[in-house]
């Protein structure tokens, strides 16, 4: 059939008993009405480009009135006119890859380059914090008034300001990545304000380090004990103690030898160890039987964490307002104390950023105070002669 479809035609026409009929409109070439033995009808526009018949479908009937969908028939028409395929820009708009794609993708090819211990940092915000609320959204439709949204829920409604900051990192690197591999053209997590962070040092006191030692050597958790004693002794990250094993340790040179894999910098990271560390590590391996220096429950896997026993340690040392990751900050300020250089406590740490040792710069303070005053006596003691 070919007459100009009206509202009346649209209405009455009917498939009968054949599975579906289309009735084309007289007036714009290529516009039609679909009807199926079921009762549906849809408005269609049919177009030829490079060589292709295309079919899209416009809308059905009576959420379309005939009127509308003849406008945008007209439209479609013009748009293939100009060399554009209404159709294709659909498909590509369908398979049009979404933040669950992209996680993916990134989680593929960029995360295992990280640390374990990132890995699973990364892992848990992408799918607990960015996925429930973008993760359908097609990467080229997310805006910086989304990331904004993220970073404003994280931060008030979860109450988890410096988190808020991590997550946004993240995607910002990304949607770099997308950047790079021409998914979208802009990054919309770029620019986007940080919530502020105040850089917090904690340093324990030689006293505060000696109630710990003797809480430590109470515990109940040998294991996470020694795992604490290793922390302290080394200024090592809690990932690299825990994850440790024995084949990394030279017992007899005194030396650990950290695989790329287990650094946050991804590099390998040679060290020798005090004389107190290396006692400790020689009585753990009298009884050791697996390859972790620190096994979890049947040996077989590291020491996941001594978030507990640590909380035990400081409420029975009377030690507050002091994190794990504190100690590493003590080994360091222990070691200016010692008059050790900035070069070898980043050395000791195994910093590859200058100013990443640079933090403790100020706790020379007191030594080259004691220094000047030395001078000072030495030219007064000389003026009295």
């Not at 080994?331 to 590859?352: D, E, Q, W, Y």
């Amino acid at each position: 059939m070919s007459e100009r479809i009206t509202d009346a035609i649209a209405k009455r026409v009917s498939a009968g008993d054949r599975p579906q009929v289309f009735f084309w409109d007289a007036d714009v070439k290529g516009f039609g009405l679909r009807v199926t033995n079921r009762g549906a009808k849809s408005f269609i526009l049919d177009y030829r480009i490079g060589g292709r018949q295309r079919r899209i479908t416009i809308g059905s009937y009576p959420d379309w009135s005939v009127a509308a969908a003849r406008t945008e028939a007209g439209n479609l028409k013009r748009e293939v006119d100009l060399g554009n395929d209404p159709m294709g820009e659909r498909h590509a708009d369908r398979s049009a890859p979404t933040m669950r794609d992209l996680w993916d993708r990134y989680k593929r090819d960029h995360l295992p380059r990280k640390a374990a211990r990132s890995q699973a940092d990364e892992t848990m915000m992408w799918e607990k914090l960015v996925l429930p609320t973008l993760g359908k959204h097609k990467v080229t439709d997310v805006t910086h008034t989304d990331i904004e949204a993220l970073h404003r829920d994280i931060t008030t409604q979860r109450g988890t300001p410096v988190r808020a900051n991590r997550v946004i990192e993240v995607v910002r690197r990304a949607f770099n990545l997308a950047i790079r591999w021409e998914w979208v053209e802009k990054n919309p997590a770029s620019g986007q304000l940080r919530n502020p962070e105040e850089k917090r040092q904690r340093y324990l006191s030689p006293e505060e380090l000696s109630r710990l030692s003797a809480a430590l050597a109470a515990h109940h958790e040998p294991v996470s004990a020694d795992a604490i004693r290793m922390l302290m002794l080394t200024g090592a990250r809690k990932s690299e103690v825990l994850g440790a094993t024995w084949e990394m340790f030279d017992l007899d040179a005194g030396v650990w030898t950290k695989p790329s894999a287990h650094t946050k910098q991804r590099k390998e990271h040679r060290v020798p160890v005090s004389a107190n560390a290396l006692t400790l590590l020689k009585r753990i391996r009298e009884t050791a039987e697996g390859p972790y220096v620190f096994p979890g429950k049947g040996g077989d896997q590291p020491l996941t964490d001594v978030k507990r026993s640590w909380a035990a340690v400081c409420k029975a040392a009377d030690i507050t307002g002091a994190r794990i990751h504190d100690l590493r900050h003590s080994f360091a300020s222990l070691l200016v104390s010692g008059g050790a250089s900035l070069p070898i406590i980043g050395a000791m740490l195994g910093h590859t950023q200058v100013q990443t040792t640079q933090r403790y710069a100020h706790l020379y303070d007191e030594p080259l105070r004691a220094a000047a005053d030395h001078v000072g006596k030495t030219i007064d003691m000389a003026g009295k002669k």
